[in-house]
């Protein structure tokens, strides 16, 4: 079945420095979406994306999605304490949506 | 607008014991989502719904558990009988309608159950 991968599963960043985190799916997705939850909260919809190739952009964010639309990556530039949490990938394929494990984020000052 | 409502937002009870988790979507939205969240499995989809209907109960762990939407504001998740491995959070989460299904998702606060 469908499977979507997130790596890495842990990220320690120092406060200002860049970090991206990657998704990866064993079938061609319709879509993926991206999610934030903070520690001890629920997950919250940061974007959608749906075209080939597709890049958007939220502020320090960077989201895109791969030519074949089997993967995907956030970046996230100069890394802020509010960065902190667990960033969740989900792809939809074949009308089932499957998350990532996530990538836990921590932030040094 | 309130957002999704979950009630409780924590349940103990005891190994055997019936639990019923309750949620209510943002008004007007036409998909409701259950999901299950442990360190184990991480974030896992338990069943949704379509303007009440329930359209994929794939995630369905097991016969104890059960899920229903007598209307377009209210959805119940039933667990009997509880067992320890039960523990987890669980969020609903309710999404407009749209051409496919899980468009934006809005998570409720979830509740945290914990099956002694």
């Known amino acids: 079945g469908q499977q979507v991968m997130q790596i890495p599963q842990y990220q320690h960043v120092q406060e200002g420095e860049d970090f991206t985190t990657y998704c990866n799916s064993s079938?061609?997705?319709?879509?993926i979406q991206w999610y934030k939850q903070r520690p001890g909260g629920h997950p919250v919809f940061l974007i959608q994306?749906?075209?080939?190739?597709e890049v958007k952009k939220q502020k320090r964010l960077t989201f895109q999605f791969g030519e074949a639309k089997k993967n995907s990556s956030l970046h996230i530039t100069a890394t802020q304490t509010t960065d902190v949490g667990t960033y969740f990938c989900a792809g939809l394929a074949d009308y089932k949506l499957s998350f990532g494990a996530g990538t836990t984020v921590t932030v040094r000052a | 607008d309130a957002g999704v409502i979950q009630s409780p937002r924590h349940e103990v009870t005891e190994m055997g014991q019936e639990v019923t988790l309750r949620c209510k979507p943002i008004s007007g939205h036409d998909y409701l989502f259950w999901y299950r969240q442990t360190m184990m499995r991480g974030l896992e989809l338990l069943i949704y719904f379509n303007n009440n209907v329930p359209i994929d109960d794939s995630g369905m762990p097991e016969d104890r558990f059960s899920a229903k939407m007598p209307n377009a504001s209210f959805s119940t998740l039933k667990i009997q009988p509880s067992e320890p491995r039960d523990s987890a959070v669980y969020f609903c989460a309710s999404s407009p309608q749209g051409d496919i299904p899980y468009n934006e998702q809005f998570f409720g606060p979830g509740t945290r159950l914990t099956v002694l």
């Open positions: 994306l749906v075209k080939s190739g």
């Open positions: 079938t061609t997705l319709s879509n």
